[in-house]
């Protein structure tokens, strides 16, 4: 259950914090970055959102 709940924390927070930098991202920053961003965000949604899903079946990382 403790995998589960920092592998929680850690997703949101990359989903957070690169989802803010892909969307508020300066105007002059490149492109590639931004995609990098919005890459590292989804990837961050992901991993959240399968935490979530299996803290709510208790937890069974490798079933």
Same mark, same amino acid.
């Given at each position: 259950? !403790?995998?589960?709940? =920092? +592998? %929680?924390? =850690?997703?949101?927070? #990359? #989903?957070?914090? %690169?989802? %803010? *930098?892909?969307?508020?991202?300066?105007?002059?920053?490149?492109?590639?970055?931004?995609? =990098? &961003?919005? *890459?590292?965000? #989804?990837?961050?949604?992901? #991993?959240? +959102? &399968?935490?979530?899903?299996?803290?709510?079946?208790?937890?069974?990382? *490798? !079933?």
């Amino acid at each position: 259950m !403790k995998i589960c709940s =920092i +592998m %929680f924390v =850690i997703g949101w927070g #990359a #989903a957070a914090a %690169f989802g %803010f *930098l892909a969307i508020s991202g300066a105007g002059d920053a490149p492109q590639g970055l931004m995609v =990098i &961003y919005e *890459l590292l965000a #989804a990837a961050g949604f992901a #991993a959240g +959102m &399968y935490s979530w899903l299996r803290i709510r079946r208790g937890c069974l990382i *490798l !079933k």
